[in-house]
Structure formats: C-alpha cells, structure tokens
C-alpha cells in the first residue's frame, strides 16, 4: 500500500510538471529550457512582442529595496488571437566573463537557474491589442510575500528574462514572447536569511561566512581593488561633405544631405551626445543674440557657468571626450554657409543652399565650451581603416588619417587634446595596421580584447607590449552592449556569431538595462586570485580594468545617457570604481610589462577582411589620386590676394579618400556593397576634380599659321590660369631639325588671369615646321591640352650662306684684280670695251657743276642730258 502511495505521488508530480503553464520547483529549474513549455515549440514564430518600460533597481546596492520589479506592455504583433496570457520572471546564473553579457542574451535556449511563478495576464489579446503588466520579485530566495525569490545571494551580473506563455489561434500553448535583460548587483540588502549565516569575523571555532557579509544579512561591495575607470565619448558621423570640392573657402562647401544639420539640431543625435555631455561638466552659458562664431570664443569669467549634475566630479575626470576630426571640418564649414549637392557623385553638378549654418555654429560653440572643460582626445580622420591606409602606402595619407587629427581638433576647439593614443573605429588591427602606426609615429593603440592575445600571463589592467605597441585593451562585448542602446541600435564588426543579440526583439528598456550592467560588471566581477588557473577561457580584460569604449557612431538619448551616468557616478561614489584620467593612461602604457600578439578576433575572421571594403582596383586608384594631389599642390603658390594656402587648398581632396576608406561600423554584405559604392563615387568625384585642375591651366592657342619676322624671332604664346592660386608651370616643346626652341625654365601664371610669354627661337630653314608645345606644372603634372604651331622662319639656312660666302670671295678677287691692274698701269680687260671720252667730256669732268650747266646750255643740250655717242677719231 505503501509503494502504491509512493507511486501516485512520484506521477501526480510528473503530471503537475507537464501541465503547461506550471513553472518546476527551483531544483529542477536548470534542466528545462528557457521557454517555460516543450522544448519542440522553441522554433515556433513569436506572436507577441515584450516592452519593458523599468527594472528597479536598476543596480541593486545595500540600500536598495529587497524587490527587483518589472514593469511594461505585451503587444499583439501577429495575425492571430492570443488566449490565456501568462508572465514570469526567470534569471540564469551571474555571467563569469565579459562575453556573458552578451551570450546570455542571444543563446536561444539559456540555462534557468530560478523562475518565479507563472501570474495571468490576460484571457485574450487581439492582434494590435496591448496588455500592460507590473510584477515583483524577492532578491533572495524564500523571502518574497508568496514564499519565493530570485535567490540571488552574491553579487554579480544576472541575466533575466520575462517569460510569456500563451495559446494562440489554431496552435498549442507555447511561449509568444520573451524578453532578457541584465540586473547588476554590486552589493545586497539586509536579508534574515542570510544573515543566520553570519559568522563574526573575530570567533576562530565558527566556519567563514559569505565574503562581504554583514551581521544584518547585507552583502557589502568588494572594494578591495577598485575599478580604474576611463571612459571614452565619442562624437563622430558618418562622412557628409560631398567629395571633389577644393578647399580655402575657393568653392562653396558641399554636403550630400541635410543629415547632419538635422543630428545636430534639437532632438538629433549628435545634438543628444552634446546635451548628455554637458550634464557631466555643466552647460555653456547662452547669448541673448549675434551670430554665431567660428572661432573659439573667449573666457568670460564674469558669468559662470551653470553647475553639473551633484556628484559628477569624479564621473568627469574618468571621461574623455573622443572626436572625429572630420565631424569639426564639416560642422565648421557648415557654420559658413554650404550647399547641398543634387548629386554627390558629381562635383559640378547643380546645388541648393544648406539651411543649418546657424545650428552648425551653435553646436560648435558649445562643443567648445564643453570641449575646454574636460579631456579631448582625437579619432583617427573620418574613421579611416588602418589596414587599407598600409595597403595605400602613402605617407603622406597615412599621416593625415593618424597624426594630424590631434592639430585638426586643437585648432577647431582651441584645447590641447591627449597625444600619442589611437582609438581604431574597429576596435582591432593587424599587423599591417600595426605598421601604419608605427609609420605615423602613434606608439599607443586601444584595441578589444578579444584582438590582443597575451604571450604570458593575463594583465588585469588590460596593458600590453604588442611588438613596437603598447596597447590598451576593453571588452568587446561591452561596447556591444553600449552600442545596442539608443535611437540607432547596432551590432560592432567584431561580434562574434554567438554574442549577436536580435535587437529587433528587444525594447529600448531592456537594452537600456543592459547597457547598465554592462557598463558595472567591471566594478563587479572581481579579478581571480593570482594563484587561479590562467588558462581558462578569461579574458585578458576581466574585473578590475574599466577602460569603456562606446560604438563610434552610438546614439544614446538623453534618458539612455543619464541612466548610464547615474551607474557611473554609483559606482565611483561607492568606491567600488576610482577616476583614471586618460592622460594618465596613456602615461601609465609606458610601463606596461605583460606582452601579447595580434589576432584575429575568435569567430569573427580576419581583422583585414573586417575592416578594409578596399579593392585591388580601388587601392590603385586612391593612390594615383593621393599621388596626383600632393604633386598638385606642390606647384601652387600663395597668393597675397587669397586667404586659401595651397595645403588648405588641396587637402580636402586626400581627406576625400580617407572618407572613401572608413571602417564599417557594422558587418554585413549589404554594408560592404553600400560602403563601396560610396568609395567608388569618391575617388570618381576626386579624380574628376583633379582632372578638372589640370585643364584649368592651359596655353591659349592662336591657330593658322605662325610667321616669324627673321630667323631669331620669338614665338609669341598666352597661357591662362583659372584656378585660385598661381601656379608654376614648365613649358616642353617638340621641334624638326633645323629649328631650335630655348627653354624658359620655370614659369608662374597668376591666379585667374593669363601671361603672355615669348618663346625663344631660332630657325635655321626656310620651310614651314610644325612646333608641338606642352605646358605642365613643375612637379610633372600635365596642363590643358597640347597645341602645335605651323611656324615659318623666315630664314635660308645653309644654302644661303655658302652662297654668301662665294659671293663675297668672288668680290674680293676681283677688287684685288683692278687693284693689280691699276698699280701696274694696266688698262683694266673689263674695260676693253668702253670707248674714249672726247674733248669735251674731259674738259666736263675737271669742271664744277655751274660751269658744266653753262657749257652744256651753250651746246643746245638740256641740263641733265649726256651727249649723244659717236665714233672715235683715227
């Protein structure tokens, strides 16, 4: 009788466990799935979506109530009816390295370590319909109003789900919703339970009590090793000057959309970044009226400036504002007045005026009001990959994306930003990356740490020796978590498959929550103890290194941001994390005696790969551009009458190609191909550009044919220059034999004008040539279009001057025979043949001129007349 009783209990129980909607007794939690129902259905499509609105507390501390509650809605958002709704809460076991804060939230079938019980929620949902719901758990087990509790009796970072059970039309009972999220516990309330287990510290005869435990049940905080906390801001944007616009305000400023005036107007993203920011350091006083500026306004000591937020001191020494130079360069030329181009890809193409230069102007003054109040430090320009930048091989380039944005930011801002630390957009480099580093003269480098492998034994503080790098690393999978919060949730490059969170499942409260613990479980998860095991699957960032770096293109809002401030401040205040400026970081790197390699990041690939959208083809092309460019400028001269320096002039068009060849903030196929795309119509639109330079300058062509006035005559040429600076140029001709051109040497054509040039020649032929002339600037680059000239002389050549010779020879043999003749007194033979004057004739030519008239007169004949020839007397 006794076995048969035992029998009906063992299957009542097995039958209470199959009835859906039934949660199983905490001890055999952990073997069923994280559904709550038949493990078949887990592939089943979800019908409903869950909002979470708040969990209180957001982090749970000694003073915070002994109830994590969740409140929110349940949407409808199938086709189908949905009866019988239930909710509960579940939560698995604390994550043990950084990957859990994202594993835990993107495994499909999680380990339930406790699960409170299922609570109705609704006889039926419509499709559209919403359901609101409020429920409330006990921290630790056994001490909630109905007996049960979450059991949580350590600190750590615990994943919880909000389970909903629910039976939709023409289907079976399933789950039709779910939603994680992650609870940080630094510390634990006061607990009866707990504290029967308290044991005092100074009695030797009883066992050790829970590490952190107090007499009154509360589990203090492990403050031994505080975290060093350093976080980055970033304030970037995707690139938005259209590409092949020459600098120096020569050419109106050209955006490819009004993107960035609405991100920085009210509401707007980098507007949201900004605003957050200044609750930290305080807000900049604001102008009753005037434009505004786009230089860095002065101090004005006169009018403080309204305080922070209380308690963010130490929050505002631990962060770092991190800018991209090119958001600066586009922000500040907006502020001048721009354009919007109908078609990018085109840079002559027909443009509309920008409506955000007041905004631009208005968001840069207060960018560097707060900019002058805490530490700066520069992105790498536009986000250039680094991989591509060594594959480009241009130094030049390679220094402008990594050196010069330091000075860009300095200039813009007025401040004096963090030196000698480069934050890659991708989080990873390799080893050509390493090189373009190295080449730009960045000794420091902050990478993921799930790029860097150590060589030796692990580093808490994250700090490696990486060949001629010094590295400082963070975790990958809090940037993830920081980078799916906010109006434009996204998933970083370098996530591997297994921590890719569904974030179209997820509402902006559960992310937020997220982001929360993600941003404590530094301060948290205390580092191992030195004699641990090191060669488990840890991390070499775990525990008691803060180094935390935000997504470059993150969107959080203002809610977002001041929920992960209110955490930050929490945790510094508490001791539990202490401020570790930047400058000190970088300082500290130096030092750094743990050593490590470069990887690719574990299920993720090769970093190159990655990285760089970069083609063979692309490659090529950059570099001619690049190439052609710097040779470009190299001919320009400065012009007292423009403000534009040939650098300020050319510039734009290599940061044209550092956007061409930006990270991708995300992976994915679509992403490449877009990325392209847009690389391809840059270094189209630059080469466009270029060429349009090169044909800027050019000889003006006179046409027909050229006759010079004597064999040394000049061949007259005007060369015109509409580009905005002079321009030195060098003149090539191309000649026949016979035809001898001189060089000019080096030439300079004014800004917007012609010259006109004669060009030395000497011909040495009668005959028609043909004169091919080339103009190109004295760096090698070609100038307009070649002309050829039909030129004549003029001139003889040699021909001509043999016969002169003879001629003259011939002259003087026969002077030197008169000659001969006449000192010899010798009839000349040549005049054998002239007849003998008579006597009239003598007496005419030893007579003057009045006498010969007289005498002419008496014999009848005219003045000028001669007398008639006749025969000679015998």
Known sequence: MQVVTALAAVLGVVALLLLPGVAAPASAVPETSATGADPAQQSSPRFARIVIDSMTPSIVTTTSRPLVTVSGRVDNIGDRSISNLSIRLERGDPVSSASGLRTQLADDDPAIAVAGPFETLSESLAPGESVGFRMSMALSAGSGPDGQGLGISETGVYPMQVNVN??????????????????????????????????????????????????????SADLASPARMTMLWPMAAPPQLAPGVLGGNTEPVRLINEDMARSLDTGGRLNELLKSLQKVVGTPPREESGPPSSEPPAESPAEPAPAAMPGSEKLAESMCLAVDPDLLVTVRAMSLGYEVSTNPADPTSAARPGNGSEIAGRWLDDLRWTASRMCVVALPFAQADLTSLARIGNTGLTESALRKPADIIDAILGVRSVR???????????????????????????????SVAPTGRRDDTGRYRVGRLTAQTFDAPITASLAAIGTAPSTPALTPKSQQVDLTDESTGSRRQSAIAALAYPAIAAPQPDSADDSGPRNPVVGRSAFLVPPTYWSPTVADSDALFATARLLLESGAATPTPLPSLVQELNTAGATGRLTDPPGVGPVGRIGSVLTSQATAAIRRNVEDSWQFEGALVRSADVAATPERYMSPLREDQLRAIRSPDVAGSAVYTHLRRLQEERIDAVASTLHRLGQSVTILDPGGRYTLASERSPV????????????????????????????????????RGTRQIQLPTRGETSEAVTIDIRLATVTGVPLGQPITLQVHTNAYGKPLFYITIVAGVALVLLTARRLWHRFRGQPDPADA?????????????????????????????????????HPHDP
């Not at 039976?167 to 079976?172: K, L």
């Not at 989080?427 to 580093?437: E, N, P, Q, R």
């Not at 030195?728 to 000019?744: C, K, N």
């Open 833 to 869: 043949d002239r007849p003998e004057p008579d006597e009239l004739e003598r007496m005419l030519a030893g007579s003057g001129y009045q006498e010969r008239r007289r005498t002419l007169q008496g014999e009848g004949r005219p003045p000028g007349e001669e007398p008639e020839d």
């Open 166 to 219: 629910g039976t939709p039309d023409y289907g079976n009972p399933a789950q039709v919703a779910g939603s994680r999220m992650l609870l940080p516990v630094l510390s634990l309330p006061p607990d009866e339970n707990r504290a029967r287990n308290y044991v005092d510290p100074t009695d030797e005869t009883g066992s050790p009590s829970v590490p952190g435990l107090g007499p009154d049940g509360s589990v």
């Open 420 to 450: 000698g630390l480069s934050v890659p957009a991708l989080g990873a480099i390799d080893d050509a990356g390493a090189d373009a580093l190295a080449e730009a003269a960045v000794t420091s480098v902050a990478l993921a740490s799930n």
């Open 716 to 751: 007259l040429l005007a060369v015109r220059n509409d580009l905005a600076l002079p321009v030195r140029a060098r003149l090539t001709t191309s000649a026949p034999e016979g035809v001898e051109i001189g060089d000019l040497g080096v030439i300079e054509i004014p800004a």
